[in-house]
């Protein structure tokens, strides 16, 4: 009896835990089963948690990065850049050496006989324009733009407008923000200097998705992809804002973020365009406000000095593509540097020759100028002088 006992409770165990099955009717082959919490989702991105599986596995993660924008793999940019046929100019450009005054000859018989007809003065910046080159027994001479020549002993290199850096036109709505690269640079695992490196490596110039912002020991990051993050001091970011600025009706404005060194174009309230620039830098600032274009000019000669020892007199032949806003400030194309995405300027806007040409073509007299500073830095009671 004693040995039944055992037998007789394992039966009864048994009983509880598995009971007979019941009579049940058969659910029609396409009645879909009741979500029971076993049903493991597909995976992939869900906006909204779902009610008929279970999101684990790969899911969280994948709906966590479609929140800021993130798609695997990446969506490409919606942008055409643009061409480098723009940058094509009718001007041969050289730089001479400004430590010392440039002697300018009325002919070129004077120039081989050294007869003096003009000095332009020493300073920081000299670049001239000339339209021939002749080589002699006596040496080289060039025909500049203003009809006079000079010394091939007073040029230090002759100069080629770049097409390095080319701003892109917007083919359809952006589904997240996006940047330049500014220096060579490798991207981290998380925000952080302390996070390892990905071994992925960006030069300069190249685009990125800014999908996110965070802040870790008081540096900015961008994310630029899934576990990918850049520093924000690398990244000049363009972040559309289809609102007009305040007084314009017009749906057509030129936008120029200060802090992020770029200019955004606007038409129809949507962004057509953007770009990397050149600002003006301490103390030679641009000025945030709101204005016209008054002028507008295919090649204008700039000049001028602000010290009062003139050393950082800068003189510049046949700057193209330029649109006058504030004052002495323009919009203009650049042929002497390829500084885009960091301020160096005199007070103007500089952009690259090919997106100066751009903008020309699109912009009219009266179109607004928006310039602003998000991190309100930049001063804006300063002066109404510029420079290029």
Not at 32 to 57: E, H, K, M, S, T
Not at 68 to 81: A, C, K, Y
Not at 119 to 131: H, R, T, V
Not at 349 to 372: E, H, P, Q, R
Request: charge should be negative.
């Amino acid at each position: 009896m004693k040995r039944l006992l055992p037998v007789l409770s394992v039966l009864v165990i048994l009983t509880t835990l598995f009971p007979a099955p019941k009579s049940v009717t058969a659910a029609p082959p396409t009645s879909r089963p009741a979500f029971g919490g076993d049903v493991v989702c597909l995976p992939q991105a869900y906006v909204q948690q779902p009610a008929d599986c279970l999101p684990v596995g790969p899911s969280p993660h994948l709906s966590e990065l479609a929140r800021v924008g993130i798609t695997i793999p990446p969506q490409p940019f919606p942008v055409i850049r643009i061409p480098a046929e723009l940058a094509g100019v009718q001007y041969m450009y050289m730089r001479v050496y400004a430590h010392r005054p440039v002697s300018t000859y009325a002919s070129l018989d004077d120039a081989m006989v050294n007869n003096v007809s003009r000095s332009i003065p020493a300073g920081k910046m000299i670049y001239l324009s000339y339209s021939k080159r002749v080589e002699n027994s006596s040496g080289v001479y060039y025909l500049i733009q203003t009809g006079e020549w000079v010394s091939g002993d007073s040029v230090e290199t002759r100069v080629s407008p770049s097409t390095v850096f080319r701003g892109v036109q917007i083919t359809r709505p952006l589904h997240a923000s996006f940047g330049w690269v500014l220096d060579i640079t490798e991207s981290r695992q998380a925000p952080g200097f302390s996070s390892p490196t990905t071994g992925k490596k960006y030069g300069r110039f190249d685009m990125v998705w800014a999908y996110s912002i965070k802040t870790v020991d008081n540096v900015d990051w961008v994310q630029v992809g899934d576990n990918e993050w850049l520093e924000d001091r690398v990244v000049d970011r363009v972040t559309p804002n289809p609102t007009p600025p305040a007084g314009v009706t017009t749906g057509r404005w030129i936008e120029v973020n200060l802090a992020e060194q770029t200019l955004l174009v606007y038409d129809h309230s949507q962004l057509i365009f953007a770009t990397l620039v050149t600002s003006g830098s301490k103390p030679f600032y641009t000025r945030p406000g709101t204005f016209q274009i008054y002028k507008k000019l295919d090649v204008e000669q700039m000049s001028g000095t602000f010290e009062a020892d003139h050393s950082d007199y800068y003189y510049l032949e046949n700057v193209p593509w330029t649109m006058y806003f504030d004052e002495a400030r323009a919009l203009h194309g650049v042929y002497w540097h390829t500084l885009f995405g960091y301020v160096a300027s005199h007070g103007c806007v500089n952009l690259s020759i090919a997106d100066a040409k751009w903008l020309y073509d699109w912009a009219k007299l009266g179109d607004t100028v928006y310039v602003w500073d998000p991190t309100g830095k930049t001063p804006t009671d300063i002066p109404s002088a510029g420079g290029p």
